[in-house]
């Protein structure tokens, strides 16, 4: 499979804990997105990478949340002290920005959090 | 700041009843518009994308948008829908580095 990739598909977890997702996404991408997806919702924006460097931060995403992709590649979603807000599902999302302009994403399948 | 109106919230229709769902957006410069749709447990898949030429732009499994720069829509069109197109439809408009999605539409297609 040569899509984007998240693990894990699923995570339940107590309020208070520390969780942290992953997102593998097509090799020759360049931008990672993150976003965060609630019923009857459509995807809302959390950040972006090109390359390693973190570009954009929604002002709405708590200090609780972090992301890095430090090799360019795979990115990691931290969020501490999960709150029952936080369940939610998390998407990732990569593409290939170049001098023409952008083309769309290709999604993962997402994580679905809950937090009880 | 930028938004994305998608007007129907829950669409039913039949088995071969024609399909239009509705999508305005508000942003002045140039826009790359999308369709994504969600199936039922799965993910996001790209329907079809305007970036320039043609207005009318065809996509997938029969799908196909206009795009009406007057009234800033890019508006969701099947001449006849199928069971299987029951899923939810995003509208999405990129415009500089940001991707901006509509609240969705949720099609049931009663076969």
């Known amino acids: 499979d040569t899509g984007v990739s998240q693990d894990p598909r699923h995570k339940i977890t107590k309020r208070g804990q520390n969780v942290t997702f992953r997102c593998d996404p097509i090799?020759?991408?360049?931008?990672l997105y993150w976003y965060r997806q609630t019923l009857g919702q459509g995807p809302e924006f959390l950040t972006y990478f090109q390359n390693e460097a973190q570009l954009e931060k929604s002002r709405l995403l708590s200090d609780r949340f972090s992301a890095e992709r430090p090799k360019g590649s795979f990115s990691t979603l931290e969020i501490q002290r999960t709150e029952q807000g936080d369940s939610a599902m998390y998407l990732c999302?990569?593409?290939?920005?170049?001098?023409?302009?952008?083309?769309?994403?290709?999604f993962g399948s997402g994580t679905r959090l809950t937090v009880v | 700041a930028q938004s994305v109106s998608q007007h129907n919230h829950h669409v039913i229709l039949s088995e071969a009843a024609s399909l239009e769902l509705g999508c305005n957006y508000s942003y002045g410069g140039t826009v790359n518009l999308f369709w994504y749709v969600q199936y039922p447990g799965q993910h996001l898949q790209l329907l079809l994308k305007y970036f320039s030429g043609d207005p009318l732009v065809k996509g997938i499994k029969g799908f196909e948008a206009e795009f009406i720069k007057s009234k800033f829509s890019f508006n969701l069109r099947k001449p006849s829908v199928q069971w299987s197109d029951t899923a939810e439809y995003f509208c999405a408009v990129s415009a500089g580095n940001q991707f901006y999605f509509g609240t969705g539409t949720s099609l049931t297609v009663i076969p």
């Open positions: 090799s020759e991408h360049n931008r």
């Open positions: 999302a990569s593409s290939l920005a170049t001098g023409t302009g952008f083309r769309g994403y290709t």
